[in-house]
Every structure is written in structure tokens, then in C-alpha cells.
């Protein structure tokens, strides 16, 4: 799989919660490792992840690190739920 087939798959966690989509990711050159994933997240996920809605219209992003994925397929599955995701998202 190349990177770049991330863009755009559906993320969704432990309890078959889609949490939004994979809108980037990052890439540490000098170790040639994906380090994090960008995700757009749903609007109704964003409370139960503990994070802030933006106060006007517009989505919430958030990285996550890529040791939380546990499988690629047609979707990104992950290994914690979205309130265990929450403390580690780093919102932006």
C-alpha cells in the first residue's frame, strides 16, 4: 500500500465508532516511518473524545500517533476507543 491510499479512509475505533477520515499524514525521513495520522473528525465524535468544537462553522482536526492503528483495509481500524483517543489527540 502506498501512502498516499491512507488519504481519505474512514477511521474508526474499538467500538465501531467512525471517528472522521484521514486527511494527512506524517513522515519522519531520517527513520523512513509514518509517525502520525491527520484526521478530519466527525462532528459528533469530537465531545466524546474530550476535544473542543471550533466556536463557528468549520471541522476539528487532530493528529494521532500511528502506534494506535491496528489494521488497514478499506477503513483504518484502531486499538482504543474514542474516549481513550482523546488525551492522546493533539487537536489543531
Known amino acids: 500500500m502506498h501512502m498516499e491510499e491512507l488519504i481519505g479512509k ?3 475505533e474499538t467500538q465501531a465508532k ?6 494527512d499524514i506524517e513522515f519522519d525521513e531520517k527513520t523512513m516511518q509514518l ?3 491527520c ?3 466527525n462532528e459528533n465524535i469530537v465531545e466524546e473524545m474530550g476535544l473542543k468544537k471550533p466556536r463557528l462553522i ?3 482536526k487532530a493528529d494521532l500517533p500511528i ?3 491496528k489494521a488497514i483495509s478499506d477503513v483504518v481500524t484502531l486499538n482504543r476507543s474514542a474516549k481513550e483517543l482523546g488525551p492522546i489527540a493533539v487537536q489543531h
Request: aromatic letters at 0%; zero cysteines.
Open 10 to 12: 474512514k477511521v474508526v
Open 58 to 60: 468549520g471541522s476539528v
Open 39 to 41: 484526521l478530519k473528525l
Open 18 to 23: 467512525v471517528l472522521g477520515e484521514v486527511i
Open 35 to 37: 509517525t502520525k495520522i
Open 67 to 69: 502506534t494506535v492503528i
